[in-house]
């Protein structure tokens, strides 16, 4: 009986053994005939051009959003400003209320986007000045796209002063096409 009671044990084990065999043998990594090493650089290969196909598609959606992100940059209108002045004129509250209605749509499509409120002057006044009257230009625009819905979380300025004109020359006409404020928007970083 005891023969039998250790056969039985020993079957048992056996059978067992031969069960969990298979399973880690399936879990390692198979081994590479000799005769076929020169197919595991193609595989390799294959496995690499595979993963940059996703990294080229993503680096065209990136292209393509950027470029999408240009033309509607280009296509927002500047709310422009009297000489020396910060308060809204009706045209800038036309062209404010265009932009917002565009940007809106965006934020629908991507809640990721933020906007820049740029404050813009003239050459005339010092750097100083025309900083902080670039800042209060800003700020203006931007209190009235929050006032018309645009979340104000999504709302930054930034006075750029003089230093980036549209029109180098010194005319009233091209004066005024620098006193402005631009809504720009970029995707906010993940």
Sequence with gaps: MRKIQIAFVLLALAGCARKHVPNQISKAVPPQPASHSASAPAVASRSNSTSSMPARSTEDRDRALKNALANLNAALGDAMFDFDKANL??????????????????????????????????????????????????????????????????????????????????????????????????????
């Design 89 to 190: 004129r009706p045209d800038a509250v036309s062209a404010l209320t265009k932009d917002a209605s565009v940007l809106e749509d965006e934020i629908m499509k991507d809640p990721s986007l933020m906007f820049t409120v740029e404050g813009h002057c003239d050459e005339r006044g010092s750097s100083e000045y025309n900083l902080a009257l670039g800042d209060r230009r800003a700020e203006k625009a931007k209190e009235f796209l929050a006032q018309i819905g645009l979340p104000a979380n999504h709302l930054k300025t930034i006075s750029y002063g003089e230093s980036k004109p549209l029109c180098q020359e010194s005319t009233e006409e091209c004066w005024q096409r620098n006193r402005r404020a631009h809504v720009t928007y970029e995707r906010a970083s993940r």
